[in-house]
């Protein structure tokens, strides 16, 4: 497959408000006071398409440019939906790239383990901080009766939910236990909480949680830890302070603040990049088997050549420039904000 044809559908999928620039410049200020540690957490779905591989190379740039330490973390929770060898193959294709990482699955570290599905006693160790705190309570509601319940179905992120089971009795608990229904754990959200802060690349976000989301589940009723809540345990125990991922999870940073908030963490420095997109503007996913390396591998493309065009379509180097990840962090060393700036001016 030619190059210029598989990187076209890199297109932007948003448009960064001018004024996300000065907030960036402060909030990458504030960062920088201390040695970056940033992080790339894929999960096993299926192969890397090229947008992961963009979110990962920026990730990656943002953290050697400063100087800091890089680590990669496998979020294979959802075993269901994991697929045979698509660790390895993701492993494999990041490598390829010229992505390294100081720790990781393969190369181990201070804070192992690094895949999600052998950390399950942390979870439930810092879930019970929370039950102890009064903060979680058991949900008994199906997503149907949830969307029944709502007044409207809540852009992507599902029907808000309406707080059936917040102030249940323990009789009526119990009642509920016994026709065999297993309960989800939901995070009680103050009803007037109101979170704030402000993105390096998107500017300052405010979000009503309760308005919004309501209350929201932390464990899934077949036992699975939800992605809000191990995200936050797996950063904030791996003492990440630089969490560079894809503009789809912006909505979700509000809940997560919460969580480091509840659990006495340091809350981290967010930076959403673009999405990237495909030809008919629908953005790329594992679950369609968007086009990864493979195909490019296979035609002859070089890395440099990839890392190249993932770049051009930030901004960061002229389209047709074919450059190594090395050399590209080298190009931007001690200049984390110029990268900020050309992906804000890219997408103008």
Request: with cysteine.
């Amino acid at each position: 497959m030619p190059l210029v044809g598989a990187m076209s559908d890199l297109v932007r999928s948003y448009h960064a408000p001018e004024r996300a620039a000065l907030a960036a410049r402060a909030a990458l200020e504030h960062v920088l006071q201390e040695s970056p540690r940033g992080r790339y957490a894929p999960s096993p779905t299926g192969d890397l398409h090229l947008g992961n591989l963009r979110t990962a190379l920026l990730a990656w740039l943002f953290a050697r440019c400063a100087g800091g330490q890089f680590v990669l973390r496998v979020e294979d929770l959802d075993r269901p939906r994991v697929r045979p060898g698509a660790t390895e193959r993701m492993l494999s294709d990041l490598r390829w790239l010229g992505i390294d990482w100081d720790e990781g699955p393969d190369v181990g570290g201070p804070y192992a383990p690094y895949t999600q599905s052998e950390r399950q006693t942390i979870y439930t160790d810092h879930l019970q901080r929370l039950q102890n705190a009064g903060l979680i309570y058991p949900c008994y509601c199906s997503r149907a009766e949830i969307a029944r319940a709502a007044s409207a179905p809540h852009e992507d992120e599902g029907p808000r939910y309406p707080g059936a089971c917040r102030n249940l009795s323990e009789a009526q608990r119990k009642q509920r236990e016994a026709t065999g229904r297993s309960p989800s754990l939901r995070f009680r959200v103050d009803d007037g909480r109101v979170v704030t802060f402000s993105d390096l690349l998107m500017g300052q976000q405010q979000q009503h949680v309760q308005n919004a989301i309501g209350d929201f589940i932390v464990r899934r009723a077949d036992g699975i830890f939800a992605y809000q809540f191990a995200v936050v345990v797996d950063d904030a125990l791996m003492h990440i302070n630089q969490v560079v991922r894809g503009a789809d999870l912006l909505a979700s940073t509000a809940r997560q603040i919460l969580l480091y908030q509840a659990l006495s963490f340091p809350v981290p420095t967010f930076a959403h990049v673009p999405l990237a997109l495909d030809r008919a503007g629908k953005r790329l996913s594992k679950r369609v088997q968007s086009e990864g390396l493979e195909p490019l591998r296979a035609a002859g493309v070089t890395p440099a050549q990839v890392v190249g065009q993932l770049a051009a379509s930030c901004g960061l180097v002229v389209q047709g420039t074919a450059v190594s990840a090395v050399e590209l962090a080298q190009r931007y060393a001690g200049k984390s904000y110029a990268i900020i700036s050309s992906i804000l001016l890219n997408q103008g």
